[in-house]
């Protein structure tokens, strides 16, 4: 049997192999996001990466996310913590009737009648579930909603991108914190949910006498030194520091 060999250039090889790859990727996810937005100049330009978007994460889950790129203007960009990925997952998850709502807007006709824009080129594509969604952003109609959309995201990614959950626990813990003091049943429940917070455990009321504010006051020494001391300052005079 003969073999026809084909040639094709190195760029229209990388760019068939780009697609395969990211075929692969979208397939096998059950949630992703791949937006890019840029003005459409060539790579060498001067200003290229200015307000250049790149953002491509496939991962239903914080704790299994492996693949994911992300450049907004030349800058790499990081995704260190569980409520951040929770935040951008539930923009899309909010948004979606609209991303739909947008793709089946875009037949070849409407796409044709509308025209492409040429100095900017935008682009969504979303995976929820077996839910896959593509917004073309480069027309006149969507355009703008499309930069709202991915400049939200572009957002979230600049000001949370490098916190960690620790992060975001000290922010919680502060805010609280700075708050007007609310009434005793209501500031029990909160230092109770912050000591649950950065513990893991349940606060508790000492048996018998305790009360809810002398509870308070030990989460509060707990929080500040960073250790879980409630047991220890609940029962001054128990050696054998057992959990009531």
Known sequence: ????????????????????????????????????????????????????????????????????????????????????????????????????????????????????????????????????INVNGQVSDLGSLCDEFINEIKTMIINDGNKTNENFIEENINKILSTPTPPVDEEFEKYCKLYQDRFGKKAYIAEPGGTRERTIEAIKICLDKNEDLLDKLLYPNNDDNILY
Request: aromatic share 14%.
């Open 1 to 132: 049997m003969n073999e026809e060999k084909v040639y094709i250039e190195k760029r229209e090889y990388d760019f068939l192999k780009q697609q395969d790859n990211d075929f692969y990727k979208l397939k096998r996810a059950d949630f992703a996001i791949k937006i890019y937005s840029g003005a459409v100049i060539p790579p060498t330009h001067p200003s290229y990466n200015n307000d250049r978007i790149k953002i491509e994460i496939f991962s239903f889950d914080f704790i299994k996310l492996g693949e994911y790129s992300i450049q907004i203007d030349g800058k790499e960009y990081n995704i260190k913590s569980q409520n951040l990925f929770n935040n951008i997952k539930k923009f899309v998850s909010d948004n979606l009737e609209v991303l739909i709502g947008w793709s089946k807007h875009q037949t070849n006709s409407n796409l044709n009648n509308n025209g492409y824009e040429g100095g900017k080129s935008r682009s969504i594509q979303i995976k929820y579930g077996q839910l896959v």
